[in-house]
Protein backbone atom coordinates (compact mmCIF):
# COMPACT_ATOMS: atom_id res chain seq x y z
CA UNK A 1 0.00 0.00 0.00
CA UNK A 2 0.82 3.76 -0.72
CA UNK A 3 0.00 6.83 1.24
CA UNK A 4 0.93 10.24 -0.23
CA UNK A 5 0.28 13.51 1.36
CA UNK A 6 -0.38 16.32 -0.52
CA UNK A 7 -1.86 19.62 0.73
CA UNK A 8 -4.30 18.23 3.44
CA UNK A 9 -4.99 14.94 2.31
CA UNK A 10 -5.54 12.30 5.45
CA UNK A 11 -3.07 9.77 6.23
CA UNK A 12 -5.15 6.86 5.95
CA UNK A 13 -5.50 2.39 5.09
CA UNK A 14 -7.23 1.15 2.42
CA UNK A 15 -8.71 -2.82 3.60
CA UNK A 16 -11.24 -4.65 1.40
CA UNK A 17 -12.15 -1.08 -0.87
CA UNK A 18 -13.07 0.55 2.84
CA UNK A 19 -11.29 4.04 4.13
CA UNK A 20 -10.43 3.87 7.29
CA UNK A 21 -8.38 6.24 9.74
CA UNK A 22 -5.27 4.85 10.97
CA UNK A 23 -5.31 4.60 14.75
CA UNK A 24 -2.72 5.71 17.16
CA UNK A 25 -0.52 2.83 17.25
CA UNK A 26 3.03 3.74 19.00
CA UNK A 27 4.66 0.73 19.54
CA UNK A 28 5.38 1.37 23.04
CA UNK A 29 5.78 5.76 22.93
CA UNK A 30 3.39 8.22 23.65
CA UNK A 31 1.05 9.11 20.66
CA UNK A 32 1.72 7.39 17.49
CA UNK A 33 0.37 8.06 14.16
CA UNK A 34 -1.52 10.67 13.16
CA UNK A 35 -4.98 10.23 12.60
CA UNK A 36 -6.53 13.42 10.78
CA UNK A 37 -5.74 16.47 8.77
CA UNK A 38 -2.26 18.17 10.26
CA UNK A 39 -3.44 21.34 11.13
CA UNK A 40 0.24 22.87 11.00
CA UNK A 41 1.98 22.08 8.33
CA UNK A 42 6.13 23.37 8.13
CA UNK A 43 8.06 24.20 5.91
CA UNK A 44 12.01 23.02 6.57
CA UNK A 45 15.07 23.53 4.56
CA UNK A 46 16.52 20.59 2.81
CA UNK A 47 20.39 20.37 1.89
CA UNK A 48 20.87 19.86 -2.23
CA UNK A 49 23.87 17.59 -2.62
CA UNK A 50 23.42 17.80 -6.35
CA UNK A 51 24.81 21.12 -6.20
CA UNK A 52 25.47 22.29 -2.49
CA UNK A 53 22.07 24.75 -2.55
CA UNK A 54 19.12 24.70 0.11
CA UNK A 55 15.53 24.55 -0.90
CA UNK A 56 12.48 25.00 0.97
CA UNK A 57 10.04 22.15 1.60
CA UNK A 58 6.56 21.79 3.51
CA UNK A 59 5.55 18.59 5.16
CA UNK A 60 3.01 17.59 7.15
CA UNK A 61 3.43 15.42 10.69
CA UNK A 62 2.00 11.95 10.27
CA UNK A 63 3.51 10.41 13.50
CA UNK A 64 4.57 11.18 17.50
CA UNK A 65 6.78 9.32 19.75
CA UNK A 66 8.04 9.69 23.17
CA UNK A 67 11.24 10.83 21.69
CA UNK A 68 10.39 12.40 17.91
CA UNK A 69 7.84 13.73 15.51
CA UNK A 70 7.78 12.58 12.24
CA UNK A 71 6.99 14.56 9.19
CA UNK A 72 6.61 13.40 5.26
CA UNK A 73 7.06 16.08 2.89
CA UNK A 74 3.56 17.06 0.53
CA UNK A 75 3.60 15.18 -2.40
CA UNK A 76 5.87 12.62 -2.00
CA UNK A 77 4.71 8.81 -1.22
CA UNK A 78 6.09 6.18 1.31
CA UNK A 79 5.77 2.83 0.56
CA UNK A 80 3.45 0.60 2.33
CA UNK A 81 3.48 3.60 4.88
CA UNK A 82 1.22 2.21 7.06
CA UNK A 83 3.43 -0.11 8.02
CA UNK A 84 6.87 1.23 7.27
CA UNK A 85 5.79 4.79 9.23
CA UNK A 86 5.47 2.87 12.69
CA UNK A 87 8.50 0.92 12.64
CA UNK A 88 10.24 4.32 12.05
CA UNK A 89 8.70 5.23 15.16
CA UNK A 90 8.91 2.38 17.36
CA UNK A 91 12.71 1.81 16.26
CA UNK A 92 13.68 5.46 17.06
CA UNK A 93 11.78 5.84 20.45
CA UNK A 94 12.40 2.14 21.67
CA UNK A 95 15.72 1.06 20.33
CA UNK A 96 17.95 4.00 18.45
CA UNK A 97 17.14 6.78 21.11
CA UNK A 98 17.86 4.58 24.08
CA UNK A 99 20.98 2.44 23.09
CA UNK A 100 22.73 5.31 21.30
CA UNK A 101 22.56 7.88 24.69
CA UNK A 102 23.40 5.24 26.65
CA UNK A 103 26.28 4.34 24.80
CA UNK A 104 27.34 7.92 23.63
CA UNK A 105 25.93 10.32 26.19
CA UNK A 106 23.04 12.97 25.49
CA UNK A 107 22.39 14.95 22.39
CA UNK A 108 20.98 18.35 22.14
CA UNK A 109 18.00 18.57 24.59
CA UNK A 110 15.65 20.52 24.66
CA UNK A 111 17.83 22.10 21.95
CA UNK A 112 17.59 24.81 19.83
CA UNK A 113 13.90 24.78 19.92
CA UNK A 114 13.06 24.27 23.07
CA UNK A 115 11.62 21.01 22.58
CA UNK A 116 13.32 17.73 23.85
CA UNK A 117 11.82 15.91 20.74
CA UNK A 118 13.60 15.39 17.40
CA UNK A 119 12.09 15.78 14.55
CA UNK A 120 12.59 13.37 11.62
CA UNK A 121 11.62 14.45 8.02
CA UNK A 122 11.42 12.05 5.18
CA UNK A 123 12.00 13.65 1.90
CA UNK A 124 13.13 12.55 -1.26
CA UNK A 125 16.55 14.94 -1.51
CA UNK A 126 18.55 16.06 -4.58
CA UNK A 127 21.23 13.49 -4.80
CA UNK A 128 24.97 14.39 -6.00
CA UNK A 129 25.26 13.22 -9.44
CA UNK A 130 28.02 10.73 -8.28
CA UNK A 131 26.19 7.24 -8.71
CA UNK A 132 27.98 6.04 -5.68
CA UNK A 133 27.34 8.80 -3.61
CA UNK A 134 24.13 8.79 -2.76
CA UNK A 135 22.65 10.16 0.97
CA UNK A 136 20.77 7.96 2.68
CA UNK A 137 19.64 10.35 5.29
CA UNK A 138 22.05 13.35 7.53
CA UNK A 139 22.18 15.37 10.62
CA UNK A 140 23.19 19.19 9.48
CA UNK A 141 24.72 21.05 12.29
CA UNK A 142 23.56 24.64 10.79
CA UNK A 143 20.26 23.26 12.32
CA UNK A 144 21.65 23.78 15.57
CA UNK A 145 21.72 27.76 15.15
CA UNK A 146 19.15 30.62 15.25
CA UNK A 147 17.78 31.62 12.34
CA UNK A 148 18.12 35.12 13.07
CA UNK A 149 22.08 34.33 12.81
CA UNK A 150 21.74 31.87 10.09
CA UNK A 151 18.42 32.30 7.36
CA UNK A 152 18.48 28.88 6.21
CA UNK A 153 18.62 27.17 10.08
CA UNK A 154 15.86 25.12 10.88
CA UNK A 155 16.48 26.01 14.47
CA UNK A 156 15.60 22.12 15.57
CA UNK A 157 17.25 18.95 16.25
CA UNK A 158 16.81 16.77 13.31
CA UNK A 159 17.36 14.30 10.68
CA UNK A 160 16.33 13.92 7.38
CA UNK A 161 15.88 10.68 5.51
CA UNK A 162 15.60 9.65 1.94
CA UNK A 163 12.03 8.27 0.92
CA UNK A 164 13.46 6.38 -2.47
CA UNK A 165 16.05 4.67 -0.13
CA UNK A 166 13.38 3.64 2.64
CA UNK A 167 11.48 2.57 -0.25
CA UNK A 168 14.27 0.04 -1.27
CA UNK A 169 15.54 -0.62 2.20
CA UNK A 170 13.47 0.22 5.57
CA UNK A 171 16.46 -1.55 7.34
CA UNK A 172 19.07 0.34 6.04
CA UNK A 173 17.24 3.52 6.67
CA UNK A 174 16.94 2.53 10.27
CA UNK A 175 20.64 1.95 10.50
CA UNK A 176 20.91 5.31 8.91
CA UNK A 177 19.31 7.03 11.65
CA UNK A 178 20.88 5.58 14.68
CA UNK A 179 24.29 6.62 12.51
CA UNK A 180 22.80 10.10 12.34
CA UNK A 181 21.78 10.07 16.15
CA UNK A 182 25.58 9.87 17.02
CA UNK A 183 26.67 12.49 14.77
CA UNK A 184 23.95 15.07 17.02
CA UNK A 185 25.22 13.72 20.29
CA UNK A 186 29.20 13.99 19.35
CA UNK A 187 27.78 17.79 18.20
CA UNK A 188 26.98 17.86 21.46
CA UNK A 189 29.74 16.52 23.13
CA UNK A 190 32.47 17.82 21.20
CA UNK A 191 31.44 20.92 19.12
CA UNK A 192 29.12 22.78 21.72
CA UNK A 193 30.21 21.87 24.93
CA UNK A 194 33.54 22.17 24.57
CA UNK A 195 33.62 24.25 21.16
CA UNK A 196 36.06 21.64 19.32
CA UNK A 197 35.42 19.91 16.00
CA UNK A 198 36.55 16.04 16.54
CA UNK A 199 38.36 14.28 13.45
CA UNK A 200 36.27 13.05 10.88
CA UNK A 201 37.43 9.64 10.75
CA UNK A 202 36.51 8.96 14.70
CA UNK A 203 33.39 10.84 14.22
CA UNK A 204 32.11 8.00 11.43
CA UNK A 205 33.92 5.12 13.85
CA UNK A 206 31.16 6.04 16.18
CA UNK A 207 28.63 6.52 13.85
CA UNK A 208 29.39 2.84 12.61
CA UNK A 209 29.52 1.56 15.95
CA UNK A 210 25.88 3.27 17.17
CA UNK A 211 24.82 1.15 13.47
CA UNK A 212 26.35 -2.20 15.26
CA UNK A 213 24.96 -1.36 18.62
CA UNK A 214 21.44 -0.82 17.51
CA UNK A 215 21.23 -3.54 14.89
CA UNK A 216 24.50 -6.09 14.64
CA UNK A 217 27.62 -6.31 12.25
CA UNK A 218 27.69 -4.74 8.76
CA UNK A 219 28.28 -7.25 6.30
CA UNK A 220 28.99 -4.68 3.62
CA UNK A 221 31.41 -3.26 5.84
CA UNK A 222 33.45 -6.85 6.32
CA UNK A 223 33.17 -7.29 2.31
CA UNK A 224 34.19 -3.73 1.26
CA UNK A 225 36.80 -3.85 4.06
CA UNK A 226 38.44 -7.75 3.32
CA UNK A 227 38.67 -5.88 -0.49
CA UNK A 228 40.30 -2.67 0.62
CA UNK A 229 42.86 -3.15 3.59
CA UNK A 230 45.57 -0.46 2.41
CA UNK A 231 43.12 1.82 2.84
CA UNK A 232 43.89 4.32 6.33
CA UNK A 233 42.16 4.21 9.26
CA UNK A 234 42.67 7.56 10.25
CA UNK A 235 42.52 9.36 7.04
CA UNK A 236 39.04 10.79 5.24
CA UNK A 237 37.77 12.14 1.81
CA UNK A 238 36.85 16.00 2.53
CA UNK A 239 34.46 16.07 -1.09
CA UNK A 240 31.21 14.77 -0.94
CA UNK A 241 32.61 12.28 -3.32
CA UNK A 242 33.17 9.24 -1.33
CA UNK A 243 33.38 5.66 -1.44
CA UNK A 244 32.49 2.58 0.77
CA UNK A 245 36.54 2.55 1.72
CA UNK A 246 36.63 4.88 4.65
CA UNK A 247 33.20 3.56 6.05
CA UNK A 248 34.33 -0.01 5.87
CA UNK A 249 37.74 0.98 7.77
CA UNK A 250 36.45 2.26 10.49
CA UNK A 251 33.42 0.44 10.62
CA UNK A 252 35.61 -2.83 11.06
CA UNK A 253 37.86 -0.89 13.75
CA UNK A 254 34.67 0.32 15.86
CA UNK A 255 33.51 -3.37 15.88
CA UNK A 256 36.49 -4.60 17.24
CA UNK A 257 36.68 -2.74 19.93
CA UNK A 258 32.93 -3.30 20.41
CA UNK A 259 34.12 -7.26 20.34
CA UNK A 260 36.75 -7.24 22.49
CA UNK A 261 37.13 -4.07 24.56
CA UNK A 262 33.14 -4.64 25.89
CA UNK A 263 31.34 -1.96 28.28
CA UNK A 264 28.31 -4.12 29.93
CA UNK A 265 26.58 -1.30 28.47
CA UNK A 266 27.38 1.47 30.90
CA UNK A 267 28.91 5.18 29.18
CA UNK A 268 31.73 4.57 31.82
CA UNK A 269 33.36 1.82 30.34
CA UNK A 270 32.42 2.75 27.05
CA UNK A 271 35.41 4.20 24.97
CA UNK A 272 33.63 6.01 22.90
CA UNK A 273 31.74 7.75 25.52
CA UNK A 274 35.47 8.18 27.35
CA UNK A 275 36.70 9.65 24.05
CA UNK A 276 33.87 11.94 23.64
CA UNK A 277 34.14 13.27 27.40
CA UNK A 278 38.08 13.90 26.63
CA UNK A 279 38.62 17.31 25.85
CA UNK A 280 41.35 16.00 23.19
CA UNK A 281 40.39 14.53 20.19
CA UNK A 282 40.99 12.01 17.25
CA UNK A 283 43.41 9.06 18.46
CA UNK A 284 44.51 11.19 21.67
CA UNK A 285 41.24 10.82 22.77
CA UNK A 286 40.62 7.21 21.71
CA UNK A 287 43.88 6.47 23.91
CA UNK A 288 42.02 8.69 26.91
CA UNK A 289 39.01 6.47 26.33
CA UNK A 290 41.06 3.53 26.51
CA UNK A 291 42.78 4.72 30.17
CA UNK A 292 41.99 1.39 32.33
CA UNK A 293 42.39 -1.13 30.11
CA UNK A 294 46.40 -1.14 29.44
CA UNK A 295 45.78 -0.64 25.83
CA UNK A 296 46.82 2.14 23.88
CA UNK A 297 45.74 3.54 20.28
CA UNK A 298 48.91 1.83 18.63
CA UNK A 299 47.83 -1.66 20.80
CA UNK A 300 44.60 -1.78 19.84
CA UNK A 301 45.47 -1.14 16.05
CA UNK A 302 48.08 -3.78 16.00
CA UNK A 303 45.92 -6.51 18.00
CA UNK A 304 42.93 -5.43 15.60
CA UNK A 305 45.44 -6.33 12.32
CA UNK A 306 45.93 -9.65 13.92
CA UNK A 307 42.25 -10.17 14.26
CA UNK A 308 42.18 -9.71 10.82
CA UNK A 309 44.81 -12.34 10.21
CA UNK A 310 43.83 -14.92 11.84
CA UNK A 311 40.08 -14.84 10.82
CA UNK A 312 40.66 -14.41 7.16
CA UNK A 313 42.47 -17.66 7.64
CA UNK A 314 39.26 -19.11 7.66
CA UNK A 315 39.93 -22.07 10.04
CA UNK A 316 36.91 -22.30 13.18
CA UNK A 317 39.14 -24.70 15.18
CA UNK A 318 42.33 -22.05 15.20
CA UNK A 319 39.39 -19.27 16.12
CA UNK A 320 38.23 -21.30 19.03
CA UNK A 321 41.55 -21.82 20.33
CA UNK A 322 42.41 -18.26 20.12
CA UNK A 323 38.91 -17.07 21.29
CA UNK A 324 39.14 -19.83 24.20
CA UNK A 325 42.65 -18.46 25.77
CA UNK A 326 42.40 -15.20 27.67
CA UNK A 327 45.94 -14.17 26.86
CA UNK A 328 44.76 -14.28 23.28
CA UNK A 329 41.24 -13.44 22.67
CA UNK A 330 42.27 -9.99 21.55
CA UNK A 331 43.52 -11.42 18.45
CA UNK A 332 39.99 -12.25 17.21
CA UNK A 333 36.56 -10.45 16.82
CA UNK A 334 33.21 -11.72 18.59
CA UNK A 335 31.65 -15.00 16.37
CA UNK A 336 30.39 -13.32 13.49
CA UNK A 337 29.60 -15.61 10.27
CA UNK A 338 29.85 -12.36 7.91
CA UNK A 339 33.52 -11.48 9.36
CA UNK A 340 34.39 -15.00 9.18
CA UNK A 341 32.70 -15.64 5.55
CA UNK A 342 34.38 -12.77 3.42
CA UNK A 343 37.92 -12.26 5.68
CA UNK A 344 38.22 -15.77 4.69
CA UNK A 345 37.57 -15.49 0.74
CA UNK A 346 38.80 -11.51 0.00
CA UNK A 347 41.49 -10.50 2.84
CA UNK A 348 44.35 -12.12 1.54
CA UNK A 349 46.25 -11.61 -2.18
CA UNK A 350 47.98 -14.08 -3.42
CA UNK A 351 51.58 -14.62 -3.06
CA UNK A 352 52.31 -13.25 -6.44
CA UNK A 353 50.67 -9.35 -6.12
CA UNK A 354 53.00 -6.84 -5.87
CA UNK A 355 52.72 -5.07 -2.70
CA UNK A 356 51.70 -0.92 -2.78
CA UNK A 357 53.33 1.61 -0.37
CA UNK A 358 50.55 1.97 2.97
CA UNK A 359 49.10 5.35 4.43
CA UNK A 360 49.05 5.81 8.10
CA UNK A 361 47.09 3.64 10.19
CA UNK A 362 46.83 0.73 7.56
CA UNK A 363 47.79 -2.92 6.66
CA UNK A 364 48.10 -5.51 4.13
CA UNK A 365 47.25 -9.11 4.02
CA UNK A 366 48.96 -11.91 1.77
CA UNK A 367 48.82 -15.75 1.49
CA UNK A 368 51.72 -17.55 0.77
CA UNK A 369 51.96 -21.74 -0.89
CA UNK A 370 54.92 -23.38 -1.39
CA UNK A 371 56.68 -23.37 -4.38
CA UNK A 372 57.92 -27.19 -3.67
CA UNK A 373 55.28 -28.73 -1.31
CA UNK A 374 54.35 -28.90 1.24
CA UNK A 375 57.42 -26.51 2.62
CA UNK A 376 57.85 -22.66 1.91
CA UNK A 377 59.52 -20.08 3.26
CA UNK A 378 59.09 -16.38 3.27
CA UNK A 379 61.39 -13.38 3.61
CA UNK A 380 60.41 -9.92 4.41
CA UNK A 381 61.92 -6.79 2.68
CA UNK A 382 60.86 -3.71 3.78
CA UNK A 383 61.60 -0.46 2.23
CA UNK A 384 60.12 1.96 5.22
CA UNK A 385 61.50 -0.07 8.51
CA UNK A 386 60.32 3.13 11.01
CA UNK A 387 56.76 3.48 9.24
CA UNK A 388 55.86 -0.78 8.62
CA UNK A 389 56.08 -3.93 10.92
CA UNK A 390 55.07 -7.65 9.83
CA UNK A 391 53.65 -10.57 11.32
CA UNK A 392 53.56 -13.82 10.26
CA UNK A 393 51.58 -17.11 10.48
CA UNK A 394 53.18 -20.91 9.71
CA UNK A 395 49.96 -21.83 9.47
CA UNK A 396 50.91 -25.67 8.77
CA UNK A 397 52.44 -25.82 11.82
CA UNK A 398 50.38 -23.95 14.18
CA UNK A 399 52.90 -20.49 14.98
CA UNK A 400 52.43 -17.48 15.27
CA UNK A 401 55.74 -14.50 14.64
CA UNK A 402 54.00 -11.36 15.91
CA UNK A 403 56.97 -9.74 14.98
CA UNK A 404 59.12 -10.95 12.19
CA UNK A 405 62.37 -9.59 11.33
CA UNK A 406 62.94 -7.98 8.09
CA UNK A 407 65.28 -9.77 5.43
CA UNK A 408 65.03 -13.03 7.87
CA UNK A 409 63.76 -16.17 6.36
CA UNK A 410 60.35 -17.50 7.93
CA UNK A 411 59.54 -20.98 7.41
CA UNK A 412 55.96 -22.45 7.14
CA UNK A 413 54.34 -25.81 6.11
CA UNK A 414 51.19 -25.49 3.70
CA UNK A 415 50.21 -22.22 3.53
CA UNK A 416 51.89 -18.77 5.08
CA UNK A 417 50.04 -15.78 5.96
CA UNK A 418 51.39 -12.27 6.36
CA UNK A 419 49.96 -8.80 7.38
CA UNK A 420 51.97 -5.56 6.69
CA UNK A 421 51.15 -2.61 8.97
CA UNK A 422 51.73 0.98 8.97
CA UNK A 423 51.41 2.27 12.34
CA UNK A 424 52.38 5.99 12.58
CA UNK A 425 51.13 8.92 11.33
CA UNK A 426 53.40 8.93 7.98
CA UNK A 427 52.72 7.60 4.71
CA UNK A 428 54.72 5.40 3.80
CA UNK A 429 56.44 6.18 0.69
CA UNK A 430 58.46 4.58 -2.13
CA UNK A 431 57.65 1.44 -4.53
CA UNK A 432 56.19 -0.75 -1.36
CA UNK A 433 57.53 -3.71 0.31
CA UNK A 434 59.65 -6.79 -1.50
CA UNK A 435 58.60 -10.41 -0.14
CA UNK A 436 60.45 -12.92 -1.44
CA UNK A 437 58.72 -16.59 -1.38
CA UNK A 438 60.89 -19.75 -2.04
CA UNK A 439 61.90 -23.49 -0.73
CA UNK A 440 63.14 -23.93 2.55
CA UNK A 441 66.46 -23.09 3.25
CA UNK A 442 66.25 -19.55 2.22
CA UNK A 443 67.92 -17.74 4.93
CA UNK A 444 68.73 -17.88 8.81
CA UNK A 445 66.47 -19.41 11.69
CA UNK A 446 63.54 -16.54 12.61
CA UNK A 447 62.73 -15.97 16.25
CA UNK A 448 61.04 -18.00 18.61
CA UNK A 449 57.28 -18.04 17.54
CA UNK A 450 54.02 -18.54 19.70
CA UNK A 451 52.44 -21.70 19.48
CA UNK A 452 48.75 -21.61 18.27
CA UNK A 453 47.46 -25.09 17.74
CA UNK A 454 49.61 -28.53 18.32
CA UNK A 455 48.46 -30.06 15.64
CA UNK A 456 49.39 -29.35 11.75
CA UNK A 457 46.73 -28.07 9.80
CA UNK A 458 45.51 -28.67 6.18
CA UNK A 459 45.33 -25.58 3.78
CA UNK A 460 42.50 -23.78 4.65
CA UNK A 461 41.48 -21.83 1.55
CA UNK A 462 38.83 -22.09 -0.35
CA UNK A 463 37.03 -20.15 -3.78
CA UNK A 464 35.61 -16.18 -3.38
CA UNK A 465 31.92 -15.79 -3.15
CA UNK A 466 29.33 -13.62 -3.82
CA UNK A 467 29.76 -10.38 -2.41
CA UNK A 468 26.68 -8.97 -0.15
CA UNK A 469 24.35 -5.48 -1.26
CA UNK A 470 27.15 -2.53 -0.62
CA UNK A 471 25.24 0.42 -0.60
CA UNK A 472 26.23 3.82 -1.63
CA UNK A 473 27.67 5.97 1.04
CA UNK A 474 27.43 10.11 0.27
CA UNK A 475 30.12 12.24 2.02
CA UNK A 476 27.07 14.31 3.18
CA UNK A 477 28.08 14.79 6.78
CA UNK A 478 31.79 15.90 5.72
CA UNK A 479 29.93 18.63 3.38
CA UNK A 480 27.83 19.66 6.42
CA UNK A 481 30.35 20.17 8.61
CA UNK A 482 32.46 22.78 6.01
CA UNK A 483 28.88 24.57 6.09
CA UNK A 484 29.03 24.97 9.65
CA UNK A 485 33.28 25.90 9.74
CA UNK A 486 32.39 28.90 7.64
CA UNK A 487 29.49 29.98 10.31
CA UNK A 488 31.83 29.00 13.23
CA UNK A 489 34.81 31.14 11.28
CA UNK A 490 32.00 34.67 11.38
CA UNK A 491 31.96 34.06 15.47
CA UNK A 492 28.57 32.83 15.22
CA UNK A 493 27.74 30.35 17.99
CA UNK A 494 24.61 28.17 18.87
CA UNK A 495 22.42 30.43 21.27
CA UNK A 496 21.37 27.89 23.76
Keep these: MTVQVAGRNILAAVFLGLLFLLPACGGGSDGGLFDGLDPDPKQFYVSSFADNTMYL ?41 SI ?31 PSSGVAGYFRPANEYSRTRYATSNQKEMFFVDIPQLNRDLAWSLRTLAHEF ?61 DSRDYASVGMWSQYIIDRIPDGGSPDNNVFARALRSTNLGRVSV ?11 FDVFFDWTLANLFTGVGDPDLLDAIRADNSRRQWSYAPNPDI ?61 YS ?20 ATVTDSV ?19 AARLLSTARPAA ?36
Design 57 to 97: ITASKVAEGTHCYIYLEQGEVVDNAAGVIPTLLREFDNTIY
Design 100 to 130: VTTRFGSEPNPGSDGDPKIYIVLTTMRQSPN
Design 182 to 242: QHMIHWEQKMHRMGQEDDLWLNEAMSEAAESYCYGVNASNAYVYANNTEDSLTGWSTTQFT
Design 287 to 297: GDGLAGTGKSF
Design 340 to 400: EYFFRHYLYRSDNAAFQPLPQWSSTYSLYTPVSPPFGDVTWLPTELLTTTASFIDYGNGLL
Design 403 to 422: EITPATSYPYFSEGYLVVRN
Design 430 to 448: GAGDNVVFSAPGGGGLPPA
Design 461 to 496: RSKAVAPPVVHDRGNGFAVLAEEERRLRALGIRPEF
